[in-house]
């Protein structure tokens, strides 16, 4: 069985977006030199990645500009080379996803993730998409969370949690940009 | 002025409370002694205290019994011996007031709160009492957050905050209960 791993940026008051659905807030601060080295080193392991429609737009948007070369090569590398899962039930056919490495998942995306974790191959990281998360969570499918915390608080928004689970934290670290990084097993 | 902190257990995703009103979640694994000596240091400082009335009544029920003395015995004779402000304006004078050191603000819990970091005296710092939190914070009285977070999802709460807001982390420590303390500057 493939590990699963939820990694998504949230306010202090534990939010994916804001109420409007934003997620500029979780920007700021984020070009601390040490915190983009960490991001690329977290980038290149050697994982696939999975997304849901939403947030495989706003990745391929960014990470094939130049501008995200110059910024970040070395997750700019990665996350260009990476498999990439897209959960989406709108884009049908490979006409709908050209971005090199990505191949859609279609149909319901709980069954479709569960068949992905029992084939074979490595560990499989889920970026943003706070929705599938959620989904993917209450369905038992998320083995970890890693969870940076942005020092920002929203007052409402949306959560990738449904339901009480007890976590396991395994690991923390701090940034100067005031990020607090915790890995949680689920 | 005196400084204001808040002092707060929450789930991971941000609640104080869960969808009824419980916070027992937020006891499990508190008992390690690594933690059981950071909080008796935190709760020795010499400054006073601050609670809404329902914290006040779980306090006073928990920190005057022999229990809580022979379980956590600094934290128990400082909270016995500080300075306790109770916002509430259902308890009208001292007859409601029976733990030593305990003094009613009454009226606006925001008025009340405003004119007392404006007399002189130590810190004050708010325990639990999460929706008192939330109005002096929308107020802009609070200086200081300091969080507990707790390795529980809670799919569902109440929240201190309210609105957006950017704050300054100072300092984090994680503690093997799988707790990770983060102080921010508001």
Not at 35 to 46: M, P, R, T
Not at 150 to 178: C, D, M, W, Y
Request: proline share 2%; charged share 15%.
């Amino acid at each position: 069985m493939r590990r699963l791993r939820v990694f998504e940026s949230i306010s202090i008051d534990g939010y994916f977006c804001d109420a409007h659905g934003d997620m500029q807030w979780a920007h700021a601060g984020a070009d601390d030199p040490e915190f983009i080295s960490w991001v690329g080193g977290n980038a290149s392991g050697g994982g696939e990645l999975l997304f849901g429609r939403v947030t495989y737009d706003h990745m391929r948007a960014w990470w094939t500009t130049l501008q995200a070369a110059a910024a970040m090569p070395v997750v700019a590398k990665g996350m260009n080379a990476a498999t990439k899962w897209v959960a989406s039930r709108s884009l049908q056919g490979a006409g709908g996803l050209d971005w090199s490495g990505a191949r859609l998942l279609d149909g319901d995306a709980v069954a479709a993730v569960r068949a992905l974790k029992q084939s074979g191959g490595p560990g499989i990281t889920l970026l943003g998409s706070g929705s599938l998360a959620a989904q993917l969570g209450a369905a038992g499918l998320v083995d970890e969370y890693q969870l940076v915390i942005v020092p920002v608080a929203l007052g409402g928004g949306r959560t990738i949690f449904s339901g009480e689970r007890k976590l396991a934290l395994q690991h923390s670290r701090t940034f100067k940009n005031g990020r607090v990084v915790v890995t949680y097993a689920a």
